[in-house]
């Protein structure tokens, strides 16, 4: 039997390929999700009160010094995913020559991504309907069921943390659509996804600067009351130069 016979379809190539992107996108949108949800449970521990006066004592108590250790260890798990393991999936895109796709291949192909980017901007879209839904429980916790503004901050967190995970997950799929379309048109290789290790390397410093800002304005500063918002407006900064990268430059 001939090499090219023992030799994959272009297809389970292609959605193996793609599946390994899919993997990538879930457990950085986690790793994210994750830090922004670390953020809620930091400012649960430093005070539950919500007593602007206590957050403002230039003492550090052991429940700061918790909150950013919390903060630093999933900074730490976030960058590993981002900078380390991420990178080594890439570079797999482009190794091994794909399968010579048949007509009937191509067909496929061009349909199915108009199906997952219909699919993808379903998830942006859900992921926004998230984000506005985090504010509209953060304002019915505060004014409606007076809840400790610690709580309401933890809680909104949580839910921007899940449409940040969604639209992170959702981008890294859509994106590994668009690498299998042009894979038809020229070979693949390492160089396909070199966008997207640029948007990982990024997102890793993003959140490694942000760290380090979250521990000065917290044990230096003391401005306890403010500093969950880093979390948040980075994760939504980072959301959308990712939706800038993918869905409107595309592979360019």
């Known amino acids: 039997m001939a090499d090219t016979d023992l030799k994959p379809s272009f297809i389970k190539q292609i959605t193996e390929r793609i599946e390994g992107l899919e993997s990538l996108g879930k457990r950085a949108g986690f790793s994210t999700a994750l830090l922004l949800i670390g953020a809620g449970i930091g400012r649960l521990a430093v005070n539950t009160s919500a007593d602007s ?4 004592n230039r003492s550090i108590s052991g429940n700061q010094i918790l909150a950013c250790i919390i903060e630093i260890c999933l900074t730490l798990l976030a960058v590993y995913g981002y900078a380390h393991s991420s990178q080594r999936r890439l570079q797999r895109w482009g190794e091994g020559k794909l399968s010579q796709p048949a007509e009937q ?3 496929w192909l061009k349909e199915e991504y108009r199906q997952q980017a219909r699919r993808y901007l379903l998830q942006l879209l859900g992921a926004g ?10 304002f019915i916790l505060r004014r409606g069921l007076n809840a400790t503004e ?3 901050v933890f809680v909104l967190l949580l839910t921007v943390g899940l ?3 969604l639209h992170i997950k959702s981008s890294f799929g859509f994106y590994g659509w668009q690498l299998a379309l042009r894979a038809v048109r020229q070979p693949a290789s390492p160089e396909d996804t070199k966008g997207l290790r640029a948007m990982l390397k990024f997102g890793a410093v ?3 600067c942000l760290t380090i800002a979250y521990l000065i304005l917290g044990l230096h500063l003391h401005q306890w009351t403010n500093t969950w918002l880093l979390y ?3 994760g939504l900064t980072y959301c959308l130069l990712l939706t ?3 869905a409107i430059r595309g592979l360019h």
């Open 206 to 208: 993003l959140w490694t």
């Open 105 to 107: 291949d191509r067909s």
């Open 244 to 246: 800038w990268s993918v």
């Open 129 to 138: 309907i998230t984000w506005l839904l985090s504010l509209l429980i953060y």
């Open 163 to 165: 449409g940040v995970y």
């Open 232 to 234: 948040p407006i980075a």
């Open 150 to 152: 610690s709580t309401a």
């Open 53 to 56: 006066s206590q957050l403002q």
